[in-house]
């Protein structure tokens, strides 16, 4: 299976995760127009990457012959679930210029805590997952 658009993907979303970490560290408020469109526009990546990789990934990991890879499959699968949850709250709280100025340490720390669990989770499919699958 080729994963080379699952692969950029990734980068397209860590991309906008280090533009809007840039766009906070000068000022939320400040830079809260720019930031909410930041989060939208991640937000249609992430929604279209989560739904290639489970009607097409995720279904044709869990048909691999190595048990072990399908295991593994369904493991990161379900795993998205409560990631995926938490962007989306995250993305609906945060993806207007309004509530950014009015919570600027809201924001803050809504953004360590969900966009870290999404840099992290990618990393690891690049790392642990996506080799075996190419692998395969």
Do not use: C
């Not at 906008?16 to 809260?32: E, F, P, S």
């Not at 295991?71 to 995926?84: H, L, N, P, V, Y």
């Amino acid at each position: 299976m080729n994963i080379d658009k699952f692969k950029q993907q990734h980068v397209d979303i860590l991309e906008g995760i280090a533009a809007l970490r840039k766009l906070a560290l000068a000022g939320v408020a400040r830079n809260a127009a720019e930031i909410a469109r930041g989060i939208v526009s991640m937000s249609a990546t992430i929604k279209l990457h989560l739904a290639v990789e489970d009607r097409a990934l995720y279904p044709a990991v869990a048909r691999s012959p190595d048990a072990d890879l399908a295991r593994k499959g369904r493991e990161f699968q379900e795993e998205m679930d409560a990631i995926a949850a938490a962007y989306e709250a995250f993305a609906k709280r945060w993806n207007n210029a309004r509530s950014l100025e009015l919570d600027e340490h809201g924001f803050r720390d809504d953004a360590n805590t969900v966009l870290r669990r999404v840099h992290e989770r990618m990393q690891r499919e690049n790392r642990d997952l996506y080799p075996r699958i190419e692998a395969m």
